[in-house]
């Protein structure tokens, strides 16, 4: 029996993934930590990390992801940050103005719906956010000085129109994300 290793996610725009990869070189400018940032077309709003399931899963999942009601809606970019916190990054973010609430949403929803499956739940709470970069070794940075930067970053407001399930493929020069099912947003 085959394993792939799953998540749901609401894929990002087109325009935010090129504003990425324009603001690269400006984020990197200055910093001593060795930052492992995600690949533009990687960058993502993670709803459920599932993990490792049989590849005869997909149809129960797709099935019932169908089920789920989901209208498309704007968001807007809100302030870069960090997790856990600016004095001990590890991840770099940037969270969202508008549109966090319907990400929280269907994220919440999304987690019941496979609990009816028999997938474990989250048990923390969800904060809608894009991962841009992960600290892999930290330096005395100005970290609010890379906040600002990504708080900067010129995101146009965007319609989010569908979320997928994707499989994650791990290789020694990254993930690979491959969308297995796509789920469109109806008015």
């Known amino acids: 029996m085959q394993k792939i290793r799953t998540f749901i996610a609401h894929p990002v725009p087109e325009e935010w993934k090129n504003a990425f990869l324009e603001n690269a070189e400006e984020l990197n400018q200055n910093l001593q930590s060795k930052i492992a940032w995600v690949?533009?077309?990687?960058?993502?709003?993670?709803?459920?990390?599932?993990?490792?399931?049989?590849?005869?899963?997909v149809p129960q999942i797709d099935s019932a992801l169908k089920e789920i009601p989901f209208k498309p809606f704007e968001i807007s970019a809100g302030p870069g940050g960090f997790f856990p916190d600016p004095l001990n990054p590890r991840i770099i973010w940037i969270g969202l103005t508008n549109g966090s609430k319907e990400i929280c949403d269907n994220a919440i929803t999304i987690d019941n719906k496979l609990a009816e499956l028999g997938f474990e739940k989250n048990t923390k709470p969800y904060h809608a956010h894009l991962t841009l970069g992960r600290v892999k070794k930290?330096?005395?940075?100005?970290?609010?000085?890379?906040?600002?930067?990504i708080s900067r970053i010129p995101l146009p407001v965007c319609t989010v129109t569908e979320f997928a399930l994707y499989q994650?493929?791990?290789?020694?020069?990254?993930?690979?994300?491959?969308?297995?099912?796509?789920?469109?947003?109806?008015?």
Not at 168 to 177: K, N, R
């Open 39 to 57: 690949k533009p077309e990687n960058i993502h709003f993670t709803l459920k990390f599932i993990g490792e399931i049989s590849e005869e899963s």
């Open 138 to 149: 930290r330096a005395k940075d100005n970290w609010a000085d890379l906040a600002e930067k």
């Open 168 to 187: 994650s493929t791990l290789t020694p020069s990254g993930p690979i994300y491959t969308k297995l099912k796509a789920y469109k947003g109806r008015d």
